[in-house]
């Protein structure tokens, strides 16, 4: 079956830009995760959706940074006034439920000029 | 705090040598753990998970893993590298099903 996809896969985007990152999760799965990447590090914790629960924000960097979940379905990210340092790999993954394995997308590569 | 640590930033292996990566934990319960592996610009693969039972796991692409509860560790192993292992490994933790905690990750390099 289709896996978690993302998109765009590449952004381009102007310093002091909004952008919007978007996630479409494995269809069935509750939990829903974003990570982000910078070069040549690891992965940083954003946000955490599970079903209808209230969402854990509590590795949002700031307040530019936001993320809804309709539903089980389709997520997206969203970063105000983009600053140079959000360059990065935006990753999103997506479990069957808490406490099972995650399984992810090909990332957004945001850079911000 | 949970934690995940990897004590090698980069190794290099021939191929067809053996592998071990390292992963050491911290967590206050039996923890979920799992390796992934990670392409340049490409998204993370599971390589494997453990979750109860049996402490050696066996994952897709040849490797396993064995969980040793005393010494808080998940080492992934491979007994024979292909060139096509060179990658990033990243080992990671449930954290309560919270989230995901992950190590800073191991770079491999095969030499032909």
């Known amino acids: 079956g289709a896996g978690v996809s993302q998109s765009p896969s590449n952004k381009v985007t102007e310093k002091g830009k909004d952008v919007e990152l978007r996630c479409d999760p494995i269809?069935?799965?509750?939990?829903l995760y974003w990570y982000r990447q910078r070069l040549g590090q690891g992965l940083e914790f954003l946000i955490y959706?599970?079903?209808?629960?209230?969402?854990?924000k509590s590795g949002l960097p700031s307040d530019r940074f936001s993320a809804e979940r309709t539903g089980e379905s389709v997520s997206t990210l969203t970063i105000q006034r983009t600053q140079q340092e959000d360059s990065a790999v935006y990753l999103c993954?997506?479990?069957?439920?808490?406490?099972?394995?995650?399984?992810f997308g090909q990332g957004t590569r945001l850079t911000v000029v | 705090a949970q934690s995940v640590t990897q004590p090698d930033i980069h190794i290099t292996v021939s191929e067809g040598a053996s592998l071990e990566l390292r992963c050491n934990y911290s967590?206050?319960?039996?923890?979920?753990l799992f390796w992934y592996v990670q392409s340049p610009g490409q998204g993370l693969q599971l390589l494997l998970k453990?979750?109860?039972?049996?402490?050696l796991v066996q994952g897709i692409k040849g490797f396993e893993a064995e969980f040793k509860r005393s010494q808080s560790s998940f080492n992934l192993r491979k007994p024979s590298v292909h060139w096509s292992d060179a990658a990033e490994y990243f080992c990671a933790l449930d954290n309560y099903g919270q989230n995901f905690v992950f190590g800073p990750g191991t770079r491999l390099s095969v030499l032909p």
């Open positions: 967590y206050g319960a039996t923890p979920y």
């Open positions: 453990y979750f109860s039972g049996d402490t």
């Open positions: 269809s069935g799965h509750t939990a």
């Open positions: 993954a997506s479990s069957l439920r808490a406490n099972t394995e995650a399984f």
């Open positions: 959706f599970q079903g209808n629960s209230a969402p854990d």
